[in-house]
């Protein structure tokens, strides 16, 4: 057991320090964008084309800040806006597709997987979902009524109290990202020595082999639902790694996370919203579950048609 126990703290340390290298430094920039122009730019530029998906000009500045920022930050700007319950919906929908693109699709990047294909999932599954509820949706014309108001955060002034600020929000992040890695990896280091994790990859097995993956992707899919992409990426560089999952698994399971992960806190956070959330995540888990099976079938298609060329042309 000690020995576990120190392995799993080793392993944790690092992949605290390997992902606080990436956690740290975007925070830190972001925090300042928020106080520079750029970001009130880009709110003005895309505040045009709410319209087309169904959302007024102000819904850019959630959509940006969630995108920029994390969840807290776009439904905090939800809740300063008065939009319809549709106009909440579709923007709930849009934000849990997409939300943090900067830190998670770095730590995507950072386990194996092609940037630019979790971003362009992402985005794409925020617009297109946003499109259709627009188009079929012909409710939810009243305003919204929220659950509660949040706090207003007191602003810093002055490039110093800003950049302090920043520093604050920076190592907050990499302790609570500590707080949940390290006991997790000293948890998962555990149930390997007693075997446990291989009676649950058996259990996993199902649901993986419906989405075109093999058993040995279990941990990496179980802890990117569980605990999300930022704070779930230690427990699945390690089990990417010990597992040996092979980089088409591993690309699957990220398609099928970057719909649907941290399947409980995401869901959750958008109570106080005043909108319905067993839809919100049946819309994820169908998403996930019917993007993930076609790309694995075009995949396989595209794999028995290049071994096939290459068997006609020996």
Not at 130 to 147: P, T
Request: aromatic share 8%.
């Amino acid at each position: 057991m000690t020995g576990s126990l120190k392995r799993g703290l080793l392993v944790g340390l690092k992949t605290t320090w390997t992902l606080g290298k990436i956690i740290f430094p975007i925070t830190l920039i972001v925090t300042l964008l928020q106080h520079s122009p750029i970001l009130q730019w880009l709110i003005d530029w895309l505040a045009p084309a709410m319209g087309l998906i169904g959302l007024s000009g102000d819904a850019a500045i959630p959509l940006v800040l969630g995108n920029f920022l994390n969840l807290y930050a776009g439904i905090g700007a939800i809740l300063t806006l008065d939009l319809t319950v549709k106009e909440v919906f579709i923007l709930a929908v849009m934000l849990s597709f997409s939300h943090n693109m900067l830190i998670e699709s770095s730590v995507a990047a950072k386990v194996g997987v092609k940037l630019w294909i979790i971003v362009s999932v992402r985005l794409g599954l925020a617009v297109v979902s946003a499109f259709f509820i627009h188009l079929f949706w012909n409710g939810g014309s009243e305003i919204a009524k929220y659950g509660f108001i949040p706090q207003k955060e007191v602003e810093a002034i002055g490039w110093l109290a800003i950049l302090l600020d920043g520093v604050e929000k920076a190592s907050i992040g990499i302790v609570q990202l500590a707080i949940i890695v390290i006991p997790l990896m000293v948890g998962i280091q555990i149930l390997k020595d007693l075997q446990w994790l291989s009676v649950f990859s058996k259990w996993m097995s199902p649901l993986t082999k419906v989405l075109g993956m093999k058993e040995n992707t279990s941990t990496t899919l179980a802890a990117g639902l569980l605990f999300g992409l930022a704070y779930g990426a230690g427990v699945m560089i390690q089990a990417a790694k010990d597992d040996h999952v092979e980089k088409k698994d591993l690309t699957l399971a990220f398609i099928f996370l970057v719909a649907c992960h941290a399947v409980v806190e995401d869901t959750l956070i958008f109570v106080p919203l005043g909108i319905p959330i067993l839809p919100l995540l049946l819309i994820r888990l169908f998403t996930a579950i019917a993007l993930t099976m076609l790309v694995a079938f075009v995949w396989n298609r595209l794999g028995d048609a290049k071994r096939k060329e290459t068997s006609y042309g020996n």
